[in-house]
Structure formats: C-alpha cells, structure tokens
C-alpha cells in the first residue's frame, strides 16, 4: 500500500523565554521574505527551428514581457514560462532598452539564446520597491565576473601576434595566455593569464597543442579569439553555463555592419536585391548594380554588400519577396543594415551574424545621406522646406530628435500627435526654431531652444534626401524656398 504523507500543522509550538525552543527543527530568520531569484534559461534549437515564444513590450510599461511559450519547443524546454520578464539577453542587460533592440539581439543570437527571466509577480514586486533590476543580475553572476572577450589580432612585423600559448599541464584542450608587454595582442584587448576558448570560430578544448599551434601559424595577417579571465569562468562554471561568443564584449572587431538611410527619387533607390547562393552553401540577400550618383550609392552601398535587416528588423532568413514588400512599404524613405563583402565572409568564417554585436542607433560618426543636383534632362520635383506649427500637448510635442555629423533631424513621429498633425516626418532635418537659424548649432542647443520655445512652436524643416540638393545648388535654405502647394503626406509607420 501507497502512503501519503500531508504536511500540514498537528499542534501548536510554543515558545518560553526560559526554556527555548520547544521544537529543535525550529529556526528563526531575521529575514522572512523570500529574496527574487531571476532564472537562467539556456534555449538550443536546431537549423531551421524557432526558439518556441514570443516577446511583448507594453506601451508605457517597463519590461520585455514572454508569451505564448510554445508546447516542446526551446522555450519550454529551457524552462521560459508565459509572462517571464526578461532582464538579459545573452549576459547584456536590457530591461532598459527599447523593444526593437531587444528583438534583434535575439534574432541574431543563432542557434543558442540565453535569457535571465523574472517571475512576473517578482518583476512587478522589484518595481514597485524600486529594486535595481540590474545589479539583481549582476549579483546573480556573482561578484567580479566579467564577460569574455572577443579580440581581433593584427600581425605585426617583427613580433607577430605578440602572444605564448601555454598548454596546462594534465588537462587536454585547456590554455592559458601570456601577450608580450605593448604587443600586438595586449592591445587587442588579451590579458596575462587569459584562458584561451576559442581561436577563428573553432572551440579550443578538443585539439592538441600541435594541432592549435599549426592554426595559428596558418593565420596570415590576423586572428579572432575568445578569452576569459579565471575568476570569470568559474561564474560560468558554478552556473553550468557554456561559455558562448554571443556573450563576449568585442574588441576592435572588424567589419563592422553599416546603416545606409536612402531617400528614394523617382528613379528608385538605384539597386537590386538578389537572391545568392555563397561559396559557404549559405542563401544569402545581396546588393547588387548600385546605379552612380544614386541614393543608394551616396549612402555608401557598394556591390556585393549582404542586407542584413530593413528598418532594424533582421531579414537573413527571411523569404525574398517579402523583403521586396518590405522596401516597397517603406514609402519615400528606407533603412537598410548591411556588411561588406569582406565582412560577409569574415563573419560566416567565425560562424555568427554580424548583427550579433550590432547596435542599431544612429552614431555621430555615421555618413551623413547626400543627394546630387538632378540633372536638366531629369524631371525631379525638388524637396521644399516646410514650416511646420506645433501646438504643445499635456505629454509633449510628439516627436524625438538625434544628430548625425551636426545636423539634427526628426527621428521619430509618434502617430496621432502634434508633431504628425503638424506635418514633421520621420528624416527632416531642422533648419529654424522659432525663427532662428540652427543649422549650425549643437544638438544640445537646438533641444534647449524648443525647450525653452514654448507653444506654438514652428519648426522648419526639409525632407533629408532634398537637403544636400538644395545646399549644393547655393540656395539658402530659408521660409522663402517654401512650396504652399505641397500636400502633407500621411504618416507611414516604420516596419
């Protein structure tokens, strides 16, 4: 016969100053509360296979929310359950960041995704007590653990990579680094006693020291390795955590993915998307027959790049036709993320996306889209400033502004407000406040002028692909280049 036994309270223990305890099992804690533990989940799919769940982000609320965990998929097997909050994404907070960013670092994570979750009522619990989400993950790793390190090794003459590989005696696979002081190495971001994990794609722990020392001498002009410190690993190792390149911080990787913002002209983008089978077996997207002095070549595509996403959305795996859709709904105005050839095969030599370490934000730095003056024989209507009068609301204007190469422009349009209603697109660039020129002017000044601007505030703006036209053909770009004829185009959500 089967017993069952119930836990449940027989009698009452009682409690004397004088004589104690009077149940020895017993034990009093000054802590009564349980602490939040976030989960680890490790998610391994195969080639083909989704990860098994969905990611919601609420509309002013905190958190990456997961839903809709499918039956024996990676998801459910790693543990990830409905309403999970995600607070990592392969060892990289981002509880703050916004929801496309989070999105992408999944998409490009490959056939392993590792998430650190909260239990919903945890979430909102840290929340409401206004817990640092962050340093809860920190403490969750463990004091001291430092993610690994990717770094990019460039020979050089005289003293090669600048780094001795020391096998440790008695364990197969396991290596310890020593860079020369100033070498090559040390500057790429190797430490004195760095394990070594993997070298150009290929996991160390299976091959001998012969077999290692052959593939780095086959390394012509660089190479690519994984270290970590030891204090580091053994995070990795109390956690059962494999140690993958998707966790790595970079250093000076090469081949960097490239964000090309194209306005379109009435001759197109001036490229083609074809479809391609690589050397590798792999399916790939590429750019093709960028036309000269097109938009496409004035944002700095060349033949052969590999589109990697359209509009921050990944598009590698995605079937041709609907990537064409994709382009073709963006309107007058498309982004595209891509890599070149060289950093096409260099990334599928290490075996992951480029994307993988991408981080989809306009920099300073990046290229600023030029369009040349159309040529007579060209019928081109050409892009006019329009003034554009904002009436402030409760929560604001309704739209956000960034900088590239000192030029701010409208970055984002919130859909139904003033800033849409008033006529302001996702590209413009802002040419006056209220009146006063800040073509010139810093980022931070500009914000401090609408600030400081009140309601109603005007704003003229031009479309980004007419701007370099109209600077190029001498004209001062001022309210009297502005067309009263032309129509304010509804606003065209980004995809």
């Known amino acids: 016969m089967t017993k069952y036994v119930h836990f449940d309270v027989l009698r009452r223990f009682t ?17 009564t509360e349980p602490a939040l533990c976030p989960r680890l989940c490790l998610l391994k799919r195969e080639e083909g296979e989704g990860f098994g769940f969905y990611l919601r982000k609420e509309t002013g609320c905190r958190g990456h929310v997961v839903q809709q965990v499918a039956p024996w998929s990676a998801a459910e ?35 392993q995704l590792c998430l650190l979750v909260l239990r919903a009522e945890d979430y909102e619990l840290a929340v409401s007590e206004g817990m640092d989400l962050m340093a809860l993950a920190r403490a969750h790793r463990g004091e001291g653990c430092a993610r690994p390190r990717l770094c990019h090794i460039i ?9 001795s590989i020391i096998p440790v005696e008695g364990e197969r696979g396991k290596y310890y680094l020593n860079p020369v002081s100033e070498g090559p190495s040390e500057k790429a971001g190797v430490q004195p006693g760095d394990r070594l994990l993997w070298v150009n794609g290929v996991m160390v722990s299976t091959l001998t020291h012969s077999t290692l020392a052959k593939m780095v001498k086959r390394s012509s002009e660089f190479m690519t390795i994984m270290v970590i410190d030891s204090r580091s690993e053994e995070s990795y190792v109390r956690r059962r955590l494999p140690i993958l390149p998707a966790f790595a911080s970079v250093h000076n990787l ?8 194209l306005a379109q002209t009435p001759q197109g983008y001036g490229f083609l998307l074809r479809q391609e089978k690589l050397s590798s077996g792999q399916i790939a997207h590429l750019l093709r027959e960028v036309d ?33 859709s994709r382009i073709r709904q963006s309107g007058q105005q498309v982004t595209l993320t891509t890599v070149s050839i060289q950093g096409r095969d260099y990334y599928t030599q290490l075996g992951f996306s480029p994307l993988l370490f991408y981080e989809p934000t306009i920099s300073k730095t990046e290229r600023f889209p030029e369009l040349t003056l159309p040529r ?19 929560t604001g204007f309704g739209f956000n502004l960034a900088c590239v190469q000192n030029k701010t422009y409208i970055s984002q349009v919130a859909a139904g407000r003033a800033g849409e209603r008033a006529g302001l697109r996702e590209g413009d660039v802002v040419m006056e406040v209220n009146g006063q020129n800040v073509e010139e002017e810093h980022f931070e000044e500009v914000l401090r002028l609408i600030k400081k601007g009140g309601t109603p505030l005007r704003l003229l703006v031009v479309e980004r692909g007419g701007y370099e ?27």
């Open 254 to 261: 090469p081949h960097r993915p490239k964000t090309l913002n």
């Open 376 to 394: 007579k024989d060209m019928h081109i209507n050409l892009q006019c400033p329009r003034l554009c009068v904002l009436h402030k609301e409760g």
């Open 155 to 163: 020979r050089e003459p005289g003293c090669g990579l600048g780094v």
């Open 77 to 111: 097997r790693s543990g990830l359950r409905d309403g999970d909050r995600v607070l990592e994404v392969n060892e990289n907070f981002v509880d703050n960041q916004e929801y496309e960013k989070v999105v992408l670092k999944v998409q490009a994570s490959g056939l």
């Open 292 to 324: 000269p002095h097109s938009p496409a070549e004035l944002a700095g595509m060349e033949d052969g790049d590999l589109l990697l996403a359209v509009n921050g959305e990944q598009v590698e795996n995605t079937e041709h036709e609907d990537i064409v």
């Open 469 to 495: 036209t109209l600077r190029k053909s001498g004209l001062t770009v001022n309210p009297a280049l502005i067309s009263h004829s032309i129509q304010v185009r509804k606003h065209t959500p980004t995809l």
């Open 15 to 31: 409690f004397n100053p004088k004589e104690g305890i009077d149940n020895p099992t017993l034990v009093i804690s000054d802590d």
